[in-house]
């Protein structure tokens, strides 16, 4: 079992900075997939970025590269979203999510874990 904890969401002014932080416990390894989505008000959970917990390629979605990043810190079993220019449409809860198997990481259903969700919102 592992649980996944995320924080950091807030209130923020377009242009501004975020850091979503996932904190994990139980059993995790290097080469389970992390991967963070977020969800807006009637709109379907979409995918925003992902990695191995440890080292690997880091994938992003067209809507955040370049403005977003993931990274992690495995001597804390944290993994981190680092959201620069925000802007309104970034506004969504925010998820963590954990993968035991490498595969398809843009598709939420096949997360094994996630977590509870923090809320990111972006003024104009």
């Known amino acids: 079992q592992v649980q996944l904890v995320e924080s950091g969401g807030g209130l923020v002014q377009a242009g501004g900075s975020l850091r979503l932080s996932c904190a994990a416990s139980g059993r995790t390894f290097n080469y389970h997939i992390v991967g963070w989505f977020r969800q807006a008000p009637g709109k379907e959970r979409e995918f925003v970025a992902a990695?191995?917990?440890?080292?690997?390629?880091?994938i992003y979605a067209d809507s955040v590269r370049g403005r977003f990043t993931i990274s992690s810190d495995n001597a804390k079993n944290t993994v981190y979203l680092q959201m620069d220019s925000l802007a309104p449409e970034d506004t969504a809860v925010y998820y963590c999510a954990l993968q035991q198997v490498s595969r398809n990481v843009y598709a939420p259903e096949l997360y094994d874990y996630w977590g509870m969700g923090t809320q990111v919102t972006v003024s104009s």
């Open positions: 990695k191995r917990w440890s080292g690997g390629n880091t």
